[in-house]
Nanobody, 124 residues
Framework: QVQLVESGGGLVQTGGSLRLSCAAS????????MGWFRQAPGKEREFVAA????????YYGDSVKGRFAISRDNAKNTVYLQMNSLKPEDTAVYYC?????????????????WGQGTQVTVSS
C-alpha cells in the first residue's frame, strides 16, 4: 500500500512557475513508476508526465513538453513536477499517481495509487 500526498499548488500568473511535490509513504517507492495527471472541470483526466523507477526515463504529454519537468528523489520518497511558462489552460487539479512495476503507461487506468490532488490556477 502506498499513500501519496501532493503539495505546492496555488495561484500563479501566466508565464510563472510552480513546483509540485508528491511525498509517498512506504519502503518500496523505488519500485514504482510515478506519474502526474491533471483534470480540469468537465474534462477527462489527462496525462502530464511520468518517470521510470530510477528517474532515468521521463515522458511528457504533448501539451507540456518543453515547459514541465518531472524528477524523483528515491531517498526522500518524493516526486516533483517543475512547471514553467504556465498558461491559463494549465489550470486543473494535479494528481500524483504510482504504478507498481517497470512499465510506464500514459493512461490513468494503469496506475494503482493516487493522491488527493492539488489545485493549480493560472490567471491570464
Amino acid at each position: 500500500q502506498v499513500q501519496l500526498v501532493e503539495s505546492g499548488g496555488g495561484l500563479v500568473q501566466t508565464g510563472g512557475s510552480l513546483r509540485l511535490s508528491c511525498a509517498a509513504s512506504g519502503r518500496t517507492f523505488s519500485t514504482y513508476v510515478m506519474g502526474w495527471f491533471r483534470q480540469a472541470p468537465g474534462k477527462e483526466r489527462e496525462f502530464v508526465a511520468a518517470a521510470s523507477w530510477n528517474g532515468d526515463s521521463t515522458y511528457y504529454g504533448d501539451s507540456v513538453k518543453g515547459r514541465f519537468a518531472i524528477s524523483r528523489d528515491n531517498a526522500k520518497n518524493t516526486v516533483y513536477l517543475q512547471m514553467n511558462s504556465l498558461k491559463p489552460e494549465d489550470t486543473a487539479v494535479y494528481y500524483c499517481a504510482a504504478r507498481a512495476g517497470l512499465s510506464v503507461y500514459f493512461t490513468p487506468l494503469r496506475y494503482d495509487y493516487w493522491g488527493q490532488g492539488t489545485q493549480v490556477t493560472v490567471s491570464s
